[in-house]
Each structure stands twice: as C-alpha cells, then as structure tokens.
C-alpha cells in the first residue's frame, strides 16, 4: 500500500468562521473554517467521519460550493481539504476580508455628460 505524501500548507490565514461541507449530493453538515490558504483549509468541528481522499464540497463567505478533496485528518475532529481548483488570489483576500467582518461598497462611476454639437 502506497503512503499518502503529505505537503503542508504555507502561508496560512487564520480565521474562524462557519462552513458548510457536504458529501456527494447529501446532506450538507455545518463545521468551523479555522485556516484559509489559496490552495485549501482546515475545518474544525467536523460531525461525520471523512477519510483521506473524500470528496467533497464546501461553501463559507457567500461563494458558492468549492470541490476539495481531504488531504488529513487530526484527532478525528479537524480535517485538511485541499481544493480542487485553488483560489484567484484577488478571490482569497476579498473572502479573507469578508470573513474578518470587512464590508464592501461597489461603486460605479458617475457617467460623464454627453456634448452633442449643436449645429
């Protein structure tokens, strides 16, 4: 049996926020988002066995469901999820912001006055 080659995760947000991780199209189970990076997460609290190489999707700060699949489990409490297709960097520090309680306002420029010739 081969061994699970296990590379950790560098430059790691510390966050704690709540997720939502579902299994396939079951039913989704809430749990706590603990570390934020590009490239995956740690969840906390986790209310169903997942094993290493589970697929599954979870969903935190108003994005949709991101496919990630678990790389290791801690005590049988915390799992570490490696997302399928990692994060734009400009989508992980907006989500890290959003997350942390900053608020965003989208605001469109005031449309410039049309000259027409007269004439």
Same mark, same amino acid.
């Given at each position: 049996? %081969?061994?699970?080659?296990?590379?950790p995760i560098i430059d790691q947000q510390a966050i704690k926020a709540r997720c939502r991780y579902r299994? %396939?199209?079951g $039913?989704?189970? =809430?749990?706590?988002? $603990?570390?934020l990076t590009q490239e995956g997460a740690r969840i906390e609290g986790i209310s169903r066995q997942l094993g290493p190489r589970d697929k599954l999707t979870i969903s935190? %700060? %108003?994005l949709s469901a991101i496919d990630a699949e678990v790389q290791w489990i801690e005590r049988g409490q915390a799992a570490h999820l490696r997302f399928i297709n990692p994060l734009y960097p400009a989508v992980h520090t907006f $989500?890290?912001?959003r997350l942390r309680g900053a608020h965003f306002?989208?605001?469109? =420029?005031? =449309?410039k006055p049309v000259f027409r010739a007269c004439c």
């Open positions: 049996m %081969g061994r699970l080659k296990i590379t299994m %396939g199209t $039913v989704s189970f =809430p749990a706590n988002l $603990v570390e935190f %700060g %108003g $989500v890290l912001a306002e989208v605001r469109r =420029p005031k =449309p």
